[in-house]
């Protein structure tokens, strides 16, 4: 038995009857972040970070039985040390650090090494054992710089803007959205989000990040308002009635699958924009070298490239199957919550 | 060059044909006249040959990416395009490089004079010199792949935007040979010497598929029906003594197709016919496999010049006593090809004969015997209409027989490249040879893109082994194949070749046992041999 098991629930510390980011209701639940592959219904008790705790309320209601602990803060059961480290993905998103008798495991959940400017950036922590993702782990996910895309993003809003179109701007409505809100040029126009979006900026301020003025679209919004305005919307509004009200307008998507042209062009939006919470090549390679670990267990996305990879250059890694999503079997309309 | 990846960038942006328009004539009205020439030319088709091998390209990609081969050939099959695999993994970013891209073509043209080594150092010189998007471009121009999302059409309407010159007036400009090094940008959107003018073909007049019950079209005598052969459409044309065959392609083919010589001085000089290049014996047009047989050759051998001999099914003139007849009527055109086609009376010239019908009903029956005549269906062409360019709606229509289908059991699959590529979008399907599946045809395109993503799925799901980017599947699906024609050959493993293949739909319907058999295809074949015969 190994300090974590992969088992039919998730990921399983027996050694304190915890699980992390468990896929089936179990009795204790450790969870990284409040996107719903990692965050699901039905635990008996939630431990997360603090700022992920309103996020997790309005995500799965406000009855579950939910603690939160600050970044770095350590919790102890049966003996098993517990804490988490910033990881940069969203607002709240944590790895989980494991230790138990001198061995020391980390759970990555979803991370990416770049800072967004609103979430705690990422912080390697040394390991025996490293739980990585690698949702986009292959050398043609290199990104470009944060402030070249948003400067993307802002001339394509300021372009519609002036002739009078909105701008429809797909991004998963916990975490990309509220980066995007957070990072465009507000000059340009007013910032209108689709409901499910300004609930999350609700959740969000609850945790005490402070976000730019947006206001929720709603039927008795004016026209004129909508005209040259940044519409953040999920992807899962796209192509609905309630998008369509919005002619004339130009769409977008915001995610790490638009850095390849066949995606981009199989989205059927107008413009796509490679801004991904994911750690892109570079970052993973990065993480895992920071981590000083000396085994790698990848979980989501390339696993089979990456741990090839890995153990090409010297750093001993496997691959285990999980639930968790951004796997090559989501498409550029499905990367809700992995992208 | 940076100016040229922009508009690439731009076109690939939108999916608004007048966005991509807009986008050219402002690319047209910056660009020097030598990019605007090779603009003109790679959006028709005219790129530079290939100079480099792929596989060198991903070795010295890989190579300064720092990563191994194979990781290197997983990036190129998921991106699916071998020039933006590249683009993406090659460091760089810098973007120096400021030259124009004349300069960039003429370094591609210049490659294959230069050795390996000096090969190898100029193409990563330029990778680390352009930013993302310029390598993208840079690799399309030396990889002789240059397929982007903008038709001939529109630039041809960008490029009268920009020049004034009507749009008829400058397809007709563009087609035939021209070199975009030996041509001025202002020779070409004018008027050429007369070397070039004298090969140059005629824009092709094209059809839409009927789209309404033919009936509708209205008093039957106003129209000429004719068979719709299926061979290659070619223009035949004889100035000053020479003769020179264009395929629709606008490939200049007059070796591929010697039996045509005769006609050079058969004909008079100032003609030009429009018709269909068929492998013909007797009073009879060959199985289309046949011609295939000589396609892509270079030269014909006498083996192939004795089994699959052509001939020129005219259907137009275009051309006579020099004259351009494309504003005449077709009647008056069609009378003066029928007097031309008896007076030369060679075996090689042959006259689409007209199908006499005075009512849609009667159509419809000569319609149904088309697969006895070995054509695809009619084609229905109003009786005063001009010779228009390109396709224009209204006055010529394709009525093609309803195509043959079998039913199919989904075995293999292959991830799709391009815009498809991560789904698995490329499969190849079975029919019963007793218990046994043997696959009879591969097909892609026809579902949905919804789909598309269940089969992906049920593939993803089912797969049986990998072999590299195939995988063979749980045979479980059963799918309508809907082709146009089918013959026998020995190169294919169930002995039978499809032509055009696609999938009709999706039987969710049907258990794989009731999927065609081998037989089932054979006895498709009889039944046209006995037809014919």
Not at chain 2, 106 to 118: C, P
Not at chain 2, 314 to 326: C, F, S
Not at chain 2, 369 to 380: A, C
Request: with cysteine; hydrophobic share 40%.
């Amino acid at each position: 038995m190994s300090l974590i098991d992969f088992t039919p629930n998730g990921m399983h510390v027996a050694a304190a009857g915890v699980h992390i980011d468990p896929w089936r209701a179990v009795d204790r639940a450790i969870i990284t972040h409040a996107h719903s592959d990692h965050a699901r219904a039905g635990m008996g008790s939630y431990l997360c970070q603090t700022q992920s705790v309103p996020i997790l309320k309005h995500r799965l209601g406000n009855d579950i039985v939910v603690e939160g602990i600050p970044y770095g803060e350590v919790r102890e059961v049966n003996g098993v040390r517990f804490s988490f480290h910033p990881a940069g993905h969203v607002i709240g998103s944590a790895q989980v650090r494991v230790e138990h008798k001198g061995e020391v495991w980390v759970a990555s959940g979803d991370y990416k090494t770049t800072d967004d400017g609103i979430t705690p950036p990422f912080e390697p922590v040394r390991c025996n054992t490293f739980i990585t993702e690698c949702t986009f782990g292959l050398p043609v996910y290199t990104w470009e710089s944060q402030n070249i895309i948003f400067k993307e993003i802002n001339e394509w809003w300021r372009a519609n803007a002036a002739v009078g179109i909105t701008s429809i701007i797909s991004a998963y409505s916990l975490g990309k959205a509220q980066r995007v809100i957070a990072n465009v040029d507000p000059s340009i126009g007013p910032i209108l989000t689709h409901g499910a979006v300004e609930a999350c900026n609700v959740a969000i301020k609850a945790a005490g990040v402070p976000l730019p003025h947006t206001i929720q679209l709603t039927p008795n919004t004016e026209k004129q308002l909508i005209k040259g305005a940044l519409v953040v919307a999920p992807g899962s509004a796209m192509g609905t009635p309630w998008a369509n009200k919005l002619r004339p307008f130009s769409t977008a998507s915001a995610s790490g699958w638009m850095q390849i042209r066949g995606w981009r062009r199989r989205s059927g939006v107008d413009r796509g924009f490679a801004l991904s919470d994911h750690a892109d090549w570079p970052g993973l390679n990065a993480a895992v070298k920071a981590t000083g670990a000396q085994r790698v267990i990848a979980t989501h996305g390339y696993t089979h490239q990456f741990s090839r990879w890995l153990n090409e250059q010297g750093i001993e890694a496997t691959t285990e199957e999980t639930a968790f999503t951004g796997d090559e079997a989501v498409t550029a309309t499905e990367t809700e919550g992995s992208s | 060059m940076q100016r040229f990846a922009q508009l690439i960038e731009r076109m690939d942006a939108t999916t608004s044909t007048n966005e991509k328009v807009q986008a050219l004539t402002d690319y047209f009205e910056l660009a020097p006249e030598s990019d605007k020439l090779w603009t003109i030319a790679l959006l028709s088709h005219r790129r530079p040959k290939r100079s480099l091998r792929t596989t060198d390209l991903k070795a010295w990609a890989a190579e300064e990416a720092n990563i191994p081969f194979w990781l290197f050939d997983e990036c190129h099959h998921i991106v699916g395009d071998l020039s933006e695999a590249i683009a993406l993994v090659v460091p760089g970013d810098t973007n120096t490089d400021t030259g124009p891209l004349s300069e960039h073509i003429e370094l591609v043209i210049a490659l294959k004079q230069f050795d390996e080594a000096e090969r190898h150092a100029r193409v990563v010189d330029m990778w680390k010199r352009l930013d993302r998007i310029g390598r993208f471009v840079f690799n399309k121009l030396i990889t002789g792949g240059f397929r982007i999302g903008v038709s001939q059409k529109l630039m041809v309407r960008a490029l009268s935007k920009h020049t004034g010159v009507a749009e008829d007036e400058l397809a007709h400009q563009l087609m035939g040979n021209w070199d975009p090094q030996s041509t001025s940008f202002h020779d070409l959107v004018n008027d050429r010497d007369g070397g070039t003018v004298r090969s140059r073909p005629y824009p092709f007049c094209l059809a839409y598929a009927v789209e309404v019950e033919v009936g509708t079209l209205g008093d039957p005598s106003e129209w000429i029906a004719e068979h719709k052969w299926d061979g290659i459409r070619g223009q035949l044309i004889v100035r000053d003594g020479e003769l020179y065959v264009w395929s629709r392609g606008e490939e200049l083919v007059t070796d591929k197709y010697p039996e045509y010589a005769v006609l050079r001085d058969a004909l008079p000089n100032g003609t030009v016919l429009d018709g269909e290049i068929l492998p013909w014996r007797d009073d009879m047009p060959l199985p289309f496999q046949l011609l295939q047989t000589r396609i892509g050759r270079k030269t014909v051998s006498q083996r192939a010049l004795k089994e699959a001999p052509v001939a020129l099914v005219a259907y137009d003139l275009l051309e006579w006593e020099g004259n351009d007849l494309r504003s005449e009527s077709l009647a008056a055109r069609r009378a003066l090809l029928k007097e031309l086609v008896q007076k030369i009376d060679l075996p090689v010239l042959r006259l689409s004969e007209e199908v006499g019908f005075t009512s849609w009903n009667e159509l419809a029956d000569e319609r149904d015997r088309s697969r006895e005549k070995r054509s695809e269906g009619l084609m229905i062409k109003r009786r005063d209409s001009e010779y228009h360019v390109g396709r224009k709606k209204g006055d010529w229509w394709k009525w093609k027989v309803d195509a043959l289908t079998i039913d199919g059991v989904l075995l293999y699959a292959q991830r799709g490249h391009g815009r498809r590529a991560d789904l698995y979008t490329d499969f190849t399907f079975a029919v019963w040879k007793g218990e046994e599946l043997v696959p009879f045809a591969k097909a892609y395109s026809g579902l949905t893109d919804i789909e598309m993503k269940k089969v992906d799925a049920y593939v993803k799901a089912n797969t049986k082994e990998r072999f590299g980017p195939v995988r063979s599947v749980v045979p479980k699906l059963v799918f309508e194949i809907a082709f146009e024609g089918i013959g026998l050959s020995p190169r294919h493993k169930s002995g039978v070749a499809l032509r055009f293949p696609r999938i009709h739909r999706w039987r969710t319907d049907k258990p794989i046992e009731e999927a065609n058999s081998l037989q089932d295809l054979m006895d498709l074949i009889d039944a046209r041999a006995k037809a014919a015969k």
